[in-house]
């Protein structure tokens, strides 16, 4: 595992009446577990609005860690089948964000599991220290793609016009009087973070 | 020239029928022509001298169900291709127009342009005239005729398009049409998909910072209904401030999704009004494929249809219980 | 905002591996925090009369203890900053020695986590909302659903504690499995001689209405109020004419009907009063085997009965009553033995069940007390007693242990050899689980005191063979003591079948909104600490349907349970839990969506004088889950004290914390 000397950023929302219970319980029993997961109190998994999910994600959190009871036992009777298909969706989704699909997960634990929840914990810690932090906003984009033209060409943009090598525009020239989709320009920051030779001079920050 | 006839022939078959309606409604949404051979404009149709305006053509590309709701209460007719009228069942599904208040002129379509495709091709600004045939688009340049093939600058939902035919309609103009679209084969999102992680994040890094938070795919999208309540602009719940960070561009961005999840009929208004030309469909795509997969639902199709985030199975078919796996 | 932070060492429990002096200086930066300090003890009474004196003091306006899981005293603190005179919803808790303390010794990186855990608890009270919760009226009668031993007890208590009860029963008569008892362990004294006055009491104590034939058909409202519709499944007999005579038993004709009381081992009429001391006291028709209304002809019970209670005609009823408290008795039933082949899957007559053993042995039952083999009937000489029948067994899904069978085993070895001196008696058990008082002991006395050979070790097979006398069954076994394989002529097998949760145990659950386990125990809400409530508050368990017990523990559970009724409904108003869902009426669009998903019907709509439709919660019935927040378009339906706003304030503190701790 790695150890960068201080916690990875991981949330977790727990429902109050099952693994909410089974965390105490596996405090309780004083089972050694990461330090990296913070622990958010809600009363139901159906409380767990996917877009609280997405938000911590995008704000800077490494993972997210939802957890419910068991199906069919959830004290509302219904929330954590509701949760299964919300969460099931988002989990899908997540991916074509960029955010790695292993960032996210959702489990369910009882109020009596307290060593599957330290199982459960250690392994969603492990996982994301695999994956290493999330990627920063302030940081500037560090990859192209070339995706030769595959979104359509009313969305040609200047990254993704030509197979292979991606090309930027040249700056240094005056911009031609209509270009194609000019309003599809990368920002001078992103060009600032990209261009190689700008790497690393701070400018990015 | 046979296409022309049968294209006139159906104009006033339209007009005919939007007249014939007039007088039970207050007005009729329709389209008629624009500042330029390839734009069409939205018109309400009030007079029969309104209705000598209507035209449907390729250019026709607007869903004129946006703003159906705030219109509630009002009886509307209204011009719909095969795509907008699934926002009209989704609508409908969700009970948030009445159908009695609706008149539906419904028209079989074989596909819009796309002005961005045709933008690359030729500056549109010269552009004089627009003939479009079966197989070709002429447009009418200052230096002569400039002759595009239609599958080129087809708005790619109708490349793909499933429902030539409106799903409901009061009025069916014209003859019904044969889809030509195959199944959805998402190849744009598979492609998409097959970057990794880190340039997916990257790519919509960069998308996200052009977001100059106009909210015009918000106010374009017929299934956007509580514009006035939108929790972008809402300080009680405080989902997003208003600064202008890349991350609450992007938040906005994946909330939009999140609420379509399960109602978005792909009619791609939000992409089509960006004025910065931000690909947001792609992320409603990405849901619709997983709701149909998941749940074998589609939106806008059935308006009986139980939305599948609003029930649940005690036992999921295709939902693996987490926390097995690892 | 004035906040005050206290941070709890727990004597030992926190201190040792969070360093608390630390987080309470952490504490004083963050926003709003006007005070800040450690305390030994927090939930002591020094720690609490500190907290109160400090608000008072510094004039604060919410609090917030790190300390212990809000699950052990969120309700301590709550009630200590009430007494301050602040709103109890003005005070949060954050969790750092079950979340923390206890599950690492980084001393360091527990004190960070600790820090963040304060933070979030800060935020989040920054926009919390005082709340005020409403009062409600009562209705002062406890429903309770079974009349086995422990609906019994519990249905007296409550009738003493001056309660109206309905006893609602699915049979003819109350009593359930110990009215078919002959004996009870460790006393060996009579089962119905002690039941019976309890059941006679029930059917007369005025305050306690009986509901037999009875099931419950349909639960709604909440604690204090609710509202239970009742299905009299029809008699046939009027029972308010019947006198339980018995005359129309001498006269049926339809003689071949199984007795279900003795465990289907005799043979007994269509019209029928199930066992003498029966309450009430009353004649049903077995609809399926009368003549009268399968054949539509005979009518002989109508001749002969005295007053003319008979009726064919006689429909179902549905009766709907009001509750303010509801509990749950409906106790076991015993595991199928025919699923299992290797004890002959109900083939050998001569292979019986504990439960039919017992009605052998009873004075009352069909064979008047003496033991006789059903295939020939015949003395048995050798009886075996097989334990751990779908009990201890993952083969059959029930791998827990039915608690009762090794002493009621023990209990039949010695009626065995008591009622016939000269047999032999050998029970094959796995392990004797005997904990109770007075058990052991008994158990060593049917070993030494009446000889029953005890073999440890499982049957593999039974079957058929000829004995001296005629049929013999040879059980064939292993003795893990001896490591031998072992067999035994039998006369007569019987079978110590373990418990399985009550049939129509889940829907009954489902209707009363409680959960119950993957075999259909209904759930307790905390094993330890909450055994007989459950997770819906006024619902209350009693006896064995909660999981596997035996009577003591189940009457025991049954007056548990009334005493909590008791205590719930000695309030002539109740509070109601203001964290519940909120409508804000200018951002509701009136889509019906959280109508649609709320699983306790607790959101109405409710049209405007424009003709627009606006979302209403039934603060009542709404049980405060949020699954109508999530599910609504614009969020304007917002789970009180845990709203979109709350929630963010904590995912924003700990991104800010995070933001600011590592950027550098």
Known sequence: MQDMGRDYRIIGFLCNWCSYGGADAAGVARFSQPTDLRIIRVPCSGRVDPMFVAKALLSGADGVLVSGCHPRDCHYTEGNLYARRRLEMLRRFLPVLGVDEGRFEYIWVSASEGSRWRDMVTKFTDKIHQLGPMPRMTEPARTLCALDGMLGQSLAQPDMTQPGQPVLPDWSKPAPPLTPRADAMLSMSDIAGIAPETKGDGNGR | ?326 | ?664
């Open chain 3, 1 to 664: 905002m004035r906040i005050g932070v206290m941070v709890c060492h727990c004597g030992n429990n926190i201190a040792a591996t969070v360093d608390c002096e630390a987080v309470a200086a952490a504490a004083r930066e963050f926003p709003d925090v006007v005070y800040a300090t450690d305390h030994m003890y927090a939930c002591s009474d020094p720690g609490q009369k500190t907290i109160e004196q400090t608000i008072r003091d510094l004039k604060l306006d919410g609090v917030v203890v790190a300390s212990c899981s809000p699950r052990m005293h969120e309700m301590t603190f709550r009630r200590a900053v009430e007494r301050a005179g602040l709103n109890r919803y003005m005070f949060e808790m954050a969790n750092i020695r079950e979340h923390v303390a206890w599950i690492s010794l980084d001393r360091k990186r527990n004190t960070q986590k600790a820090t963040d855990l304060v933070r979030m608890a800060v935020e989040k009270l920054r926009v919390d909302r005082p709340l005020t919760p409403k009062s409600f009226d009562v209705q002062k009668r406890v429903l309770i659903v079974g009349g086995g031993v422990a609906g019994i007890q519990a249905a007296l208590d409550c009738a003493d504690g001056g309660l109206d009860v309905l006893l609602v029963e699915r049979k003819a008569s109350i009593g359930g499995i110990m009215s078919k008892l002959d004996k009870t362990f460790p006393t060996i004294d009579c089962s119905v001689c002690v039941l019976g006055p309890k059941m006679v009491d029930a059917g007369q104590n005025p305050r306690i209405t009986l509901h037999t034939c009875s099931e419950v058909e349909e639960v709604s409202g909440y604690v204090g109020n609710f509202e239970v519709k009742i299905r009299k499944r029809t008699t046939y007999v009027d029972w308010t004419k019947c006198t339980g005579c018995g005359a129309c038993q001498e006269k049926c004709p339809s003689r071949k009907v199984p007795d279900a009381f003795n465990e289907n081992i005799s043979l007994t009429t269509a019209i029928n009063i199930p066992f003498p001391q029966a309450i009430p006291k009353r004649a049903t028709i077995n609809a399926a085997h009368c003549i009268r209304l399968t054949k539509g002809k005979c009518g002989a019970c109508a001749k002969i009965c005295p007053t003319g209670a008979i009726d064919y005609e006689m429909q179902d009823e549905i009766i709907t009553e009001k509750v303010g408290a509801i509990i749950a008795a409906t106790g076991i039933t015993l595991f199928d033995h025919t699923r299992l082949g290797e004890y002959g899957a109900g083939r050998y007559p001569d292979v019986v069940t504990s439960l039919a053993y017992e009605r052998m042995l009873s004075a009352s039952g069909p064979t008047a007390g003496h033991i006789k083999r059903p295939s020939d009937g015949r003395e048995p000489k050798t009886v075996v007693f097989i334990s751990c029948v779908g009990s201890r067994d993952r083969s059959v899904d029930r791998p827990y242990c039915s608690g009762f069978c090794c002493m009621y085993t023990a209990k039949q070895a010695i009626l065995t050899r008591d009622h016939i001196p000269d047999s032999k008696a050998f029970v094959f058990y796995m392990d004797i689980r005997a904990n109770g008082k007075g058990y052991e002991e008994f158990v060593r006395r049917a070993q030494e005191e009446y000889a029953v050979e005890y073999v440890r070790g499982r049957v593999a097979h039974i079957y058929p063979t000829a004995g001296p006398d005629g049929g013999q069954l040879m059980v064939r076994g292993a003795d893990t003591l001896l490591g031998a394989q072992v067999e035994v002529a039998a006369d007569l097998v019987v079978l110590a079948v373990g418990a399985e949760s009550s049939t129509g145990a889940p829907e009954l659950a489902e209707k009363l909104h409680i959960s119950y386990d993957h075999y259909g125990f209904f759930m307790e809400s905390h094993p330890k600490l909450r055994p007989v409530e459950t997770n819906t508050v006024g619902i209350f368990l009693a006896g064995a349907c909660q999981g596997p017990k035996d009577i003591p523990a189940s009457v025991a559970q049954a007056s548990a349970a009334a005493g909590k009724v008791l205590a719930l409904l000695s309030k002539d108003k109740l509070e109601s839990d203001p964290q519940i869902a909120l409508v804000q009426a200018i951002r509701c669009i009136g889509c019906g969506k959280c109508e649609r998903t709320c699983p306790f019907g607790a959101i109405r709509m409710r049209e405007l004088r424009d003709g627009s439709k606006r979302a209403e919660v039934v603060e009542t019935v709404c049980q405060g889950c949020g699954i109508c927040s999530v599910t609504c378009p614009v969020r304007a339906i917002q789970l009180q004290h845990f709203t979109d706003s709350q929630l963010l304030a904590e995912v924003n503190a700990l991104c800010r914390t995070w933001d600011e701790t590592t950027e550098s």
């Open chain 2, 1 to 326: 020239m046979a296409a022309d006839q049968a294209k006139d022939a159906r104009q006033a078959e339209l007009r005919a029928s939007v007249i014939s309606e007039l007088p039970n409604v207050d007005f009729v949404l329709g389209y008629a022509k624009g500042f330029d051979p390839l734009h069409a404009t939205p018109i309400t149709v009030r007079s029969e001298k309104d209705a000598a305006r209507l035209i449907f053509d390729a250019t026709c590309v607007q869903n004129l169900t946006t703003g159906l709701y705030g219109l509630k209460g009002k009886r509307i007719g209204l011009v719909v291709k095969g795509c907008d009228s699934r926002s009209v069942v989704q609508l409908l599904q969700e009970k948030l127009v009445e159908r009695s208040e609706l008149v539906i002129f419904g028209m079989p379509c074989d596909g819009v342009l796309d002005l961005a495709k045709i933008r690359v091709r030729t500056d549109i600004t010269q552009v004089r005239g627009a003939e479009v045939t079966g197989e070709e688009v002429r447009l009418l340049l200052p230096d002569g005729p400039k002759v595009l093939p239609r599958r080129d600058v087809l708005a790619d939902k109708c490349l793909r398009c499933r429902y030539p035919n409106p799903i409901v309609s009061d009025h069916l103009i014209g003859q019904e049409l044969t889809p030509q679209g195959a199944e959805d084969t998402y190849a744009d999102l598979d492609g998409f998909e097959k970057l990794s992680p880190q340039e997916r994040f990257d790519f919509w890094k960069r998308q996200m910072s052009r977001c100059i938070r106009c909210y015009a795919c918000r106010n374009a999208c017929p299934l956007c209904v509580c514009k006035h309540v939108c929790l972008a602009d809402s300080r009680d719940p405080h989902w997003l401030s208003a600064e202008a960070t890349l991350q609450e561009k992007w938040l906005f961005q994946v909330m939009h999704a999140l609420h379509l999840a399960g109602r978005c009929t792909e009619c791609g208004e939000c992409q089509r009004s960006c004025p910065m030309g931000i690909p947001i469909l792609l992320l409603k795509r990405k849901m619709n494929r997983e709701l149909k997969e998941l749940f074998n639902y589609e939106a806008g199709v059935d308006p009986e249809a139980v939305p599948p985030l609003h029930t649940f199975l005690m036992e999921e078919d295709k939902i693996k219980d987490r926390g097995q796996l690892w």
